[in-house]
């Protein structure tokens, strides 16, 4: 048939690479010689029409010889790798298309090749003994289906799985993840329903068990009612789970500086209605009732609580508002548990006004209350928060930042004891050529007290500048960091680096990329040091491509639990040369 010849497809690639590199690493130096071949062939075809049914068939193969050690190259590994890929998918033009994709691929290495797999570096191979030879099977099914019809609920489903193993001897390693998500909406000319459920997984069994499980549920209802009224209904639940299990240090269960949780489970589930009501331009009513719970392995929280808050624009960018709030709240810290009855006033006001180039506000808002628990014990409560903000813009630049700080103290409830302080600041601007852009954010929480205070105090920052050079090139330098201060210990972590890019000659491109990082843990006693570079050359000639790139590593490590730091020095030198092709049937 005209229509199944047209759609039938045949593509693929074939590369092959030529690498050599030198490393030295805890002082003993190395040199490795590598050629790799890689073979693609895919097929794409349809039945009886496209707009019915597209599959999809893909075998790929990929080999590796590595030759490595002193002068003599006396370390000789290989790696083969064998993998396919199929799918389809039906009605793939109409509003309902479903789509399912498999993928299976089994890797052959030798005990000395250095995989860079993550679940195949977890087995540890005790010092002195050879190393085996190892076979890693990877699969993965991917399916998902739409409904996009405009008188029916718009619908979405998507599940992945993947699945990996590593035998090799008697060392044995899996790893499983999984992904599921559904959606559901429907929207009419007044009302909107919105249902979401995502669920992950991931489990790995290797020298540990690392699991983590989530999942959320959440639906979402908004009407718009007659005279200039709103309401709204969010309701949901979510669940999470880690479980991180070592085996037990040969001197007992104290013979480790450290050892991580072995499990934490938290659990959330809240309900939040508003109807929001305006009699007219300036003034606008809320009424709120919500309910929240939070389970943790050590402390749970639940609140139910009504409100009534008022806006009032008394003058053009000044608006009054105020507050008044009842319910119950508790919390359950090991056996002890405390309900109270809460009740709470709040009143504020807030600013904006905008001067040309210069938009700024201000907000302030404070408040007092009292909590009575079930035996009659009265404390009081209060809070306050304010915060400024303030831009500026022009042709050329934009600049904005702010200040916030929020307290809340209670006599009772040890959490009801909090402090938030944020500030923030950005800037972006261009001159001719020039483009530059820059954030910084600091954060302090602090929460509980006596026994259950916890304090953080976070600082991130970063920078980029770029510049344009001529039609087809460009400079980028860009600089960043993160520090975060706890009870537990500071991590601190920063970088710097650079890239250019340049389109030299029709298609031949030339890429550099170089950066610098640090990052220290005080907790673990964590200092590592990295630099990493990266250059490339490449030409394309019609079907062909041709590539010479350059590596460079860099990398210093010293933690708590290592004798001594483990350093790191590597290059290498690779040649590419890939042929594609395609042809229709």
């Known amino acids: 048939m005209p229509g199944l010849a047209g759609a039938q497809v045949v593509a693929g690639a074939a590369a092959w690479t030529v690498g050599r590199g030198s490393n030295e690493s805890g002082g003993q130096p190395s040199e490795n010689n590598s050629f790799w071949q890689d073979y693609t062939l895919g097929y794409t075809g349809s039945l009886v029409d496209a707009r019915l049914l597209k599959y999809n068939a893909e075998i790929a193969f990929r080999t590796n010889s590595l030759n490595s050690g002193g002068v003599d190259y006396s370390q000789q590994g290989h790696q083969r790798d064998l993998g396919y890929k199929l799918g389809a998918s039906l009605f793939p033009a109409r509003p309902f298309p479903f789509f399912i994709q498999a993928s299976r691929d089994t890797i052959d290495e ?8 993550g679940i195949r570096g977890g087995i540890a191979v005790p010092p002195g003994v050879p190393q085996p030879d190892f076979r890693t099977r990877n699969t993965a099914l991917s399916t998902g289906w739409q409904l996009s019809v405009p008188s029916l609920p718009r619908i979405d489903v998507g599940y992945r799985k993947g699945h990996s193993i590593v035998t090799g001897g008697p060392y044995f390693a899996e790893q499983r993840d999984e992904d599921l998500h559904l959606g559901v909406s429907k929207d009419t000319t007044r009302t909107q329903h919105v249902l979401r459920y995502q669920r992950t997984a991931y489990e790995n069994l290797v020298s540990q068990a690392f699991n983590q499980r989530l999942s959320d549920l959440e639906y979402d209802f908004g009407a718009t009612l007659p005279k200039r009224s709103r309401a709204s209904v969010r309701a949901g639940r979510r669940t999470s789970l880690s479980l991180f299990d070592v085996a037990v240090p040969v001197g007992g269960q104290d013979a480790g500086a450290y050892s991580p949780p072995s499990r934490g489970e938290v659990g959330t589930t809240y309900l939040v209605s508003t109807l929001n009501i305006e009699p007219n331009r300036r003034l606008s009513l809320d009424l709120t009732g919500t309910f929240d719970r939070q389970d943790g392995s050590l402390v749970t929280t639940d609140a139910k609580l009504a409100s009534a808050t008022a806006y009032f624009e008394a003058l053009p960018g000044l608006s009054l508002n105020a507050s008044g709030t009842f319910g119950e709240r508790g919390q359950q810290l090991g056996q002890g548990t405390i309900t109270v009855i809460t009740r709470s006033g709040l009143a504020g006001v807030s600013y904006r006004a905008r001067v040309r180039w210069l938009d700024a506000g201000v907000q302030y808002a404070a408040g007092a209350g009292t909590n009575t628990t079930l035996d009659g014990q009265v404390g009081s409560t209060g809070s306050w928060a304010g915060q400024a903000n303030a831009s500026a813009s022009s042709q050329w630049f934009s600049v904005s930042g702010g200040y916030g700080r929020s307290k809340n103290t209670d006599d009772i409830l040890d959490y009801g004891n909090f402090t938030h302080e944020r500030g923030h600041a950005a800037i972006q601007g261009r001159a001719g050529r020039v483009l530059l852009n820059g954030s910084w954010e600091e954060l302090l ?17 970063t920078a980029t500048a770029s510049l344009r050079v001529g039609r087809n090139s460009l400079l980028s330098v860009n600089a960043g960091g993160f520090r975060n201060d706890s009870e537990s210990g500071r991590d601190r ?3 710097a680096g650079s890239s250019f890019e340049s389109q030299l000659w029709r298609g031949l491109h030339l890429m550099l990329w170089g950066r610098l990082g640090e990052t220290t843990a005080t907790q673990t006693g964590l200092d590592q040091r990295a630099l990493n570079a990266f250059a490339q050359l490449e030409y394309r000639l019609r079907f062909f491509n041709f590539a ?3 590596r460079y590593n860099d990398q210093d490590l010293s933690s708590g639990d290592l004798a001594n730091p483990i350093k790191f020095r590597g290059h290498q030198m690779l040649l590419r040369i890939t042929r594609k092709f395609g042809f229709t049937l």
């Open 493 to 495: 972590t920063m970088f």
């Open 548 to 550: 010479l790139e350059y």
């Open 445 to 461: 929480i602090d929460r509980g007290r006596n026994l259950t205070f916890a304090s953080e105090r976070q600082r991130i920052f």
């Open 110 to 117: 030798s005990g000395n090749y250095p995989s860079s797999s």
